[in-house]
């Protein structure tokens, strides 16, 4: 040991490494457990696993890397309380390291990092600089070579720590040994000589000849063709490394032999590149690597974190670094508990085809110093300059592996000691498995359940092997108490569905606490899919075991169609698999959460969204009564109609054609009179890649053209909307009714829509046309049942009223405290007259500005709505005429477009996020698309919390109060209760209640309540 001055001591290499000429290194005691940090792989995993949203309150800069690498440090801190601290990065880019230099293609297959990469890594490194972790950066080798100097070094002078290399790059496995493993913190988890050896079948000293053998694609290091992980690690088994390989080459046959051969100075190359040197050439003082919390410059972290706006993230560094008593001398390694089973299944590597993020540099060159000689602190992040210039990620950002051990329950003892780890846990993961995706005949074939990341546990009920494991009965008796405890919660992936084929067993779900669909949705609802292997492979960067290893691939010619149900599939493949679907969303929910919490969205997660799971799930059950001899005879009456169009059609047309086919559509409207085929030779509105659009806009234009004469525009409008009331709506309605009930069962989606509002389907009952003829009619075909009436109750004008909320505007707030006609108030506002003379184009018109504002309403597409007494000119005076007498709309209206631009993203009451790229776009057509949606997200975002705050008290209150009532639909703002015919006034009393209660507005609530025993007549 040292008192401060330098050791420096010649080291020898490992067998094939790479050696520099000296080494100088001063140690000094660093406690018993010491913990290496890859900078830059935590850096790429951070900013890939949060990708939307994310950005500072106070300075707009996106923060989604240096949340996720902050949030991942203080855990690791907390969690595993390490006695040494160190973070190791690139100090140079991919082409200024020998590896380069001696194989110019080294990572030469690296894209450029994203623009909003590298100010963050700046953040993370102030933060670290902050925390008084020393940042280690050396020029003309790699992280990965600097972390190997540094643990060969405490293995030779530093008695014995336990190290660990907070990393997952296949390249430290060569490190390896009884005190040094590799630390994953997304997934809390070791890879020690065991873990190694199970998950790539070889020794630490046989990694690199591993790696020489297989190459690397993320890196561009060649390999010997044709040789996978699997191929090289039975080779290495037998005959121990490189050497005995082509020693006994003579004895491997066939193409492998061959390939081998031809590939001697290509292995020797990868040898070289995937070497780790051990003894790079630099300073530097253990004594600077020993984690003291007061070390932190603390009040100016408080204020960095404020600034980026991570309020829990505060607290966290208050507790670390505030001045507590830390004993250094005891290392704290966290326990888990767990279950005695000699059904343990292996541990199972999960396939992927992309990469690690971990291999890529993040930095160009250090220019600010020269870091040749010694090893750097960085003390100014600022003073890097083009520190950037060689940054590069790797091709895939998705991780190739993810271990998880899975444990078969198959006794009542094994089953009820998972139960108490359940409740002593206080929260798990949980996932059905069931034979089929049709809810109502869902049975269970299986459930899992999750305590930690890398650790689940499937319960069979069903299996080829039944003898093996309980019934579903003895199972489903242990865990329904558990099941049914409100004090213990649970999460999930989906769990409207865990909740749905529960029912089918007499079991009521209760205590969900969490849903990673649901919040992976809240964090960026503008992703095209939350299901969960989009979501494990866009977040934890791991694609999960697919459905068709379980069940066997796709059927030809079957839609779709499996070979086989689950509960058919042998125990060793359903197992790991249904494991893996509990412990992933847990992972998921574990890290999105998190998430959630820092951007202040608890009250829209968990008192709104995750109540509103069982709700409909129970509304899916419960579903709508039809009538079909009445849903018959409107299918008949509107085929009578659709036949008389198209007649109408056809003796307004040129030539006989088919009015479902655009191309012919387009030659009859477009054609020139005298042409071949001739048509009505009118002007075109609109052209497309594919031709001349014929789409509603381009009829809806033609139409009002005075220049045309013929009705065939408005007629093959009304032509399709009748083909798709029929088609979509009279046919399909009938075929969804279930035959056993009677009833429609729509599916209800919380994830469906990026604005917060419900979306259904299978059918799709929500567009169903609203006050026309056409909808009431449909709408009659919808009753209660025998017994029963129908209650609705619709908020008035409700986006109107969260503008005038929102805005704050006098004359909207007087208007609806008043209780006036808002539509005739405004009218009179905007022409300034009497509300008395209001006439009723008048009145329209104020009605068209009001819903239009909100969607960003042009004034050429006021003047179309409004009629062809309507100009662009007149209908721009009266959108200016608006602002100015309503200029605390106009003001809002402005307002939430620029916070948009400065944040990235709109948000509701609730704060429900809505990412908006298109508000930065160059394209002025894009920019202004996103400026509408901030606009609409605010408004009818705010919409969707209130109606489902009132779904979520209501369904509360009807079970308290009315338990034989139930809530049936959500349509738009209207909600669709079905009541006993006694107790449906006072129902309706309390819909009226609850709904109005819902929200403290600056204006009132009205709703509008009526009682049927049809749809139509409420």
Known sequence: MNDGGEQTQELSSTAGAITSPTVSITTAPIGAHIAIIDGHAQFFRAYFAIRGGLSSPVTGEPTNLVFGFISTLFSYIRSQKPTGLIVVIDAAGDKETFRSEIYPQYKANRSPAPDDFHPQVLRCLEALRLMGIPVLAIAGVEADDVIATLVHRLRRDGGSPRVRMVSRDKDLGQLVDAQTTLFDPHKNADIGLEQLFEGKGVRPDQVIDLLALMGDTSDNVPGVPGIGPKTAALLLAEYGSIEGIYEHLSAIKGKKGETLAASRDIVALSRRLVTLITDCDFAFDFADGRFDPTRCDLPALLEMLRVLGFHRLRSEASEIFGGATRDTSTEVIASTASISSAQRAPRKSKA????????????????AFDATKAAHTIEDPSALGTLFEGAQTAAEPIASGRVLDTTIIRTESELATLIMSCRAAGRFSFDCETDSLVLPIARLAGCSIALREGEGFYVPMRSPEPATHLTTDAALALLRPLLQDESVGKTGHNLKYDYAVLLNHDVCLRGIVGDSMIASWLVDPTRPSHGLDATSEHILGVRPIPLEAVLGPKLAGSKGALPRLFHEAPLSIAAPYAAEDAEIAFALATMLERVVDERDQRAVYRDVEIPLIPVLSRMERTGICVDRIELGMQRRALEVRLAAVRESIAASAPWPFNPDSPKQLSQV????????????????????????????????????DPACTSELPNQILEYRQFSKLVGTYLVALDAAVRPETGRIHCSFHQTGTATGRLSSSDPNLQNIPIRTEIGAAIRKAFTASEGMLLVSADYSQIELRILAHLSGDPGLCDAFARGEDIHRAVAAQVFEVDAAEVNDGQRSAAKMVNFGIVYGISAGGLARRLGPTYTIERAKQIMKSYRARFAGIDAFLRSAVEDAKARGHATTLLNRWRPIPQIQSRNPGERAFGERIAVNTV??????????????RLDAALCAQFPQARLLLQIH???????????????????GEVMRGAMSLRVPLEVSSAIGFRWSDV
């Open 939 to 952: 408004v009818q975002g705010s919409a969707a919390d209130l109606i489902k705050i009132a779904m979520v």
């Open 669 to 704: 409207l477009f054609n020139a009179i005298d042409a071949e085929p001739p048509g009505l030779g009118l002007r075109v509105i609109k052209r497309t890649t594919h031709g001349i659009s014929t789409d509603s806009e381009v009829l809806e234009k033609l139409a009002e």
């Open 973 to 991: 703002d209207e909600l669709l209760v079905e009541a006993p015919a006694a107790e449906a006034a006072a129902v309706a009393q309390l819909l």
């Open 352 to 367: 992927a085809s992309a990469r690690d993020v971990d291999a890529g540099s993040l930095f160009g060159a250090l220019l």
